[in-house]
């Protein structure tokens, strides 16, 4: 395969799976403003803290309040993270790529991006945000069953799933780092009812309260770090997502699981091993902010190592710490 249309089906579901995570990020905020916006009011800064668009986004917003960041986050054409901008550069990889992807999901695509450039237009955000960022998802995972079903389970598709993957175990991450770092306005509301609403709305961000609450009767803080990390059944997990993504990678190269032919793998089994055999009790230990952030930062070397192993016509001198979008 050539490593154009690789690196196209590649970032086709990374953009795709942004778009519905960011709706995932944003969702968590409305939800939680219903509750908490009389006690604590609202918090919209964090949202952009947490993606890594601050200066950006202060550059060019000033405050943050929730229209500025609302914009930002779902219509701006110059912020690469945004829903609109993740939606539109999908549908422009998936064009690049017809001829290897179903007609199914070129139309997908397509409508996906349709709809969101119709609600910058007539405002359906702004004045029905749930509705709007719940099609959002559902969109998303039209993509997903779609796909599924209809493109050959070939290399093709182990590249798509590389990317969906690494994109779903980040944000899973981001969406677990709101919660515990950001959103917590001091430690006495710990074990309240307010610490519970909260715990809660981040499982459902994740599409994770009902499984979660199969597994674990009642919300701990402990518990629901562990099963958004460690759990190796809930597709949402990181580990999950990142054992996954190991397993593609080693098919596109033919290699066997317990070695490496490739940086790309080697840094994916590193990582993967050693949660293999971490426990959340650890992890807490040792702050899980700095977990979180640590886990991102080598999230992001194993997008690199992906870049430099499949799609990179010329070795990489710079030595900088890649963005997470396509150049």
């Not at 519905?20 to 509750?35: K, Q, S």
């Not at 690469?80 to 690049?96: D, G, T």
């Not at 490496?260 to 840094?267: L, T």
Request: aromatic share 10%.
């Amino acid at each position: 395969m050539l490593s154009r249309v690789a690196n196209s089906i590649y970032w086709m579901s990374r953009y795709m799976e942004r778009a519905e995570n960011v709706a995932r990020f944003i969702g968590v905020n409305l939800n939680l403003t219903l509750d908490m916006a009389a006690a604590f009011g609202e918090q919209w800064g964090p949202l952009v803290n947490i993606t890594g668009d601050k200066e950006q986004f202060a550059k060019r917003y000033g405050e943050a309040t929730r229209e500025n960041v609302m914009h930002f986050l779902t219509f701006d054409l110059d912020n690469p993270n945004s829903i609109f901008s993740s939606v539109r550069r999908a549908r422009e990889n998936a064009r690049s790529v017809r001829e290897i992807i179903s007609t199914e999901m070129w139309e997908q695509a397509n409508r996906s991006y349709l709809m969101v450039r119709d609600a910058a237009k007539n405002k359906l955000a702004t004045e029905n945000p749930h509705d709007f960022y719940t099609a959002v998802k559902m969109q998303s995972h039209l993509f997903d069953g779609i796909t599924e079903a209809t493109m050959s389970h070939g290399e093709a598709w182990h590249f798509l799933q590389v990317g969906e993957l690494l994109e779903r175990a980040d944000k899973t991450s981001r969406i677990l780092d709101v919660k515990y770092f950001i959103l917590v306005p001091d430690a006495q509301t710990a074990g309240t009812a307010i610490d519970n609403i909260q715990w809660a709305a981040l499982l459902k961000s994740a599409s994770a309260l009902e499984m979660y609450r199969k597994h674990s009767k009642r919300i701990d803080p402990f518990k629901v770090a562990d099963f958004l990390i460690l759990n190796r059944d809930f597709p949402r997990s990181v580990h999950s997502c990142l054992s996954r993504a190991a397993q593609s990678l080693h098919a596109i190269s033919d290699s066997a699981l317990d070695a490496f032919s490739n940086k790309a793998e080697q840094q994916l089994g590193r990582l993967l091993a050693e949660l293999n055999y971490t426990q959340i009790d650890e992890i807490i230990a040792g702050g899980l902010h700095e977990f979180l952030d640590g886990l991102q930062t080598r999230l992001n070397r194993v997008d690199d190592a992906v870049f430099e192993t499949f799609f990179a016509l010329r070795p990489i001198t710079n030595g900088g710490t890649q963005q997470q979008t396509q150049s």
